[in-house]
């Protein structure tokens, strides 16, 4: 996995694979008004050796180019290509 150009490794350990999620930030604004839909998200991963969570926003992601992969088009996760529905959201394209 590419973050930005950049392989990623776990901070803490060092490992090299992960769980892909997204996470809601919300604000005490949005969440006041009961606009939590509104907050940004944030791409996390969860390292598979240690469970060192890695927070990103806005980056560009990108897989290995040895893994055939695609993109959920509900909630943007990579989907293995071994994976017949996203393993997120349960979304069967």
């Known amino acids: ?8 490794r776990c901070g803490h350990c060092g490992g090299e694979g992960f769980t892909r999620r997204q996470a809601q930030l ?3 604004g949005l969440t006041f008004f009961d606009l939590d839909f509104l907050n940004p998200s944030a791409d996390v991963f969860i390292c598979d050796r240690c469970g060192h969570l890695e927070w990103f926003v806005g980056a560009k992601i ?8 695609r993109d959920c088009p ?5 989907i293995p290509e071994e994976e017949g529905i996203c393993p997120n959201c349960g979304s069967a394209d």
Do not use: G, P, V
């Open 1 to 8: 996995m590419k973050i930005n150009s950049y392989e990623l």
């Open 26 to 28: 919300n604000t005490k």
């Open 62 to 69: 990108s897989a290995h180019s040895d893994k055939a992969a």
């Open 74 to 78: 509900n909630c943007s996760f990579t």
